[in-house]
């Protein structure tokens, strides 16, 4: 594996860190931490760091780091991989989906939908949010992908696939979209039971967070069926793609039993993320084209860089 396919793994890996403190943000109540700031932070460039100042400055400096890596890794692929190799479009796509990250972000802190903030704004904001996070990963997931030697898709001789493979990852998003609008409702509402859900006086983010589970369970239960008629070959990534989705069950299971802890929805994050990484990897897989396998760019990819 060349140096820069290291690099682009090493970017992918610091960004799910980057995304779990955001969770422990969000799931700590800090996010007013900063206050009506952005970029500084309570309007200094290093505020006294302590409660929640310091998750939110924390989480914006590693955010600012993760913006330096993946720009960098931009610009080396720019230079290094020839024209038309799909690694510049994957990297192009994820600068993008990083940049939209950082815009995201600082609307929610001026628009002050953070901490307490029950808004519907806050609502519909946090859920485009993870969407977003999540081509972000798929970019950089594919960039690596292809910088390792992975063939480029070819949809003429994969066709029968396509759409299982993407009616799979609508699905994962539409399911991320929804657990991220029960992990606000979890956080702002952490003291209400679950039959309080359906009261007359109870509030839309805690009338609607049931629908996450449910589709969770339905998706788990139509892709079971649908890898019985789609091959996608007999990669780690997908091996791998059944166990993550009995351990977000399980999680989330685990999640709501012992009362959504910070903790339990920092590893239910995780394994979200991995099961998406593995995903798109597993797609990426069954998708490639088996006419390149030896083609001059592919052996200059491959090579050390």
Known sequence: MSALAKYAWFVLVFNVGVILLGALVRATGSGAGCGRSWPTCQGEVIPGLEGATAIEFTHRAVSGVALVLVFALAVLIWRRVPKGEVAR????????????????GALIVLSEWVADDTSVARAIAVPLHLVN?????????????WLSGGRRPDPESNRRIWHWILAGALAIIFIAASGAVTALADTLFADDSFGADFDGDAHFLTRIRIIHPVLAVLAASIGWWASTRTELGRSKATLS?????????????????????????????LLADTLWIAYVLASAEALQSPAELSSPRSAHLQADT
């Open 133 to 145: 996070t999540l081509f972000l990963l798929a970019a950089l997931t594919l960039t690596a992908f």
């Open 89 to 104: 479009v994957g990297v192009t796509v994820a600068l993008l989906s990083i940049i939209g990250e950082a815009a995201i």
């Open 241 to 269: 793609l059944p166990f993550l989705v009995g351990a977000m069950l399980l999680t989330g299971s685990l999640n709501i039993l012992l009362g959504v802890p910070v903790w339990m929805q920092i590893v239910h994050l």
